[in-house]
T-cell receptor, first 115, second 114 residues
Framework: DAGVTQSPTHLIKTRGQQVTLRCSPKSGHDTVSWYQQALGQGPQFIFQYYEEEERQRGNFPDRFSGHQFPNYSSELNVNALLLGDSALYLC??????????????FGEGSRLTVL | AQSVTQLGSHVSVSEGALVLLRCNYSSSVPPYLFWYVQYPNQGLQLLLKYTTGATLVKGINGFEAEFKKSETSFHLTKPSAHMSDAAEYFCAVRKPNQGGKLIFGQGTELSVKP
């Protein structure tokens, strides 16, 4: 049973560029959440997607956007990259709407470096 | 607003010693509470969770945590540390109706000395 898979694992961009990160949820999961983890910090919630719609959003600017596809996979897009966007981006999946168990299954992340 | 405070960014113990990682939270409603572990270059793995019911929660790898509402705490313990326990540990909280939105603490790095 494949867990949460993310791609790419590492990437380097320059300021002002745009980046797209991808996530496939764990089998049987239909809800995807994205987190940003800066070096030495705890993860911060970006947004959650369910039924192809953004359901919740954290305190991130509009440069951060996302999409969920009919197969439940998801993309995170970041425009006009800043040096401060350098971080590990984690995708987490869960059962419908995050369910009452609240158990999120995390991928290994995509490490973005902005130069 | 919810928040999580983990006391001590680095904790070092000897192999076989008690592990105690501290977590305090603030929340306007009774929260769900979680501990996650992160090994180098990996994602987060759930150790244990408290939602409702028994306040002493047992998790994987011999870890347990106790929810103390009066102290707004959810400290993580393990009676005897193993070398393999060396990792980063995160305490997290969420409101019951906010499925994907976990609020994480800053993390505690656990080192285990031989």
């Amino acid at each position: 049973d494949a867990g949460v898979t993310q791609s790419p694992t590492h990437l380097i961009k320059t300021r002002g560029q745009q980046v797209t990160l991808r996530c496939s949820p764990k089998s049987g999961h239909d809800t995807v959440s994205w987190y940003q983890q800066a070096l030495g910090q705890g993860p911060q919630f970006i947004f959650q997607y369910y039924e192809e719609e953004e359901r919740q959003r954290g305190n991130f600017p509009d440069r951060f956007s996302g999409h969920q596809f009919p197969n439940y996979s998801s993309e995170l897009n970041v425009n006009a990259l800043l040096l401060g966007d350098s971080a590990l981006y984690l995708c987490a999946s869960s059962e419908t709407g995050g369910a009452n168990t609240g158990e999120l299954f995390f991928g290994e992340g995509s490490r973005l470096t902005v130069l | 607003a919810q928040s999580v405070t983990q006391l001590g960014s680095h904790v070092s113990v000897s192999e076989g010693a008690l592990v105690l990682l501290r977590c305090n939270y603030s929340s306007s409603v009774p929260p769900y509470l979680f501990w996650y572990v992160q090994y180098p270059n990996q994602g987060l793995q759930l150790l244990l969770k408290y939602t409702t019911g028994a306040t002493l929660v047992k998790g994987i790898n011999g870890f347990e945590a106790e929810f103390k509402k009066s102290e707004t705490s959810f400290h993580l313990t393990k009676p005897s540390a193993h070398m393999s326990d060396a990792a980063e540990y995160f305490c997290a909280v969420r409101k019951p109706n906010q499925g994907g939105k976990l609020i994480f603490g800053q993390g505690t790095e656990l080192s285990v000395k031989p």
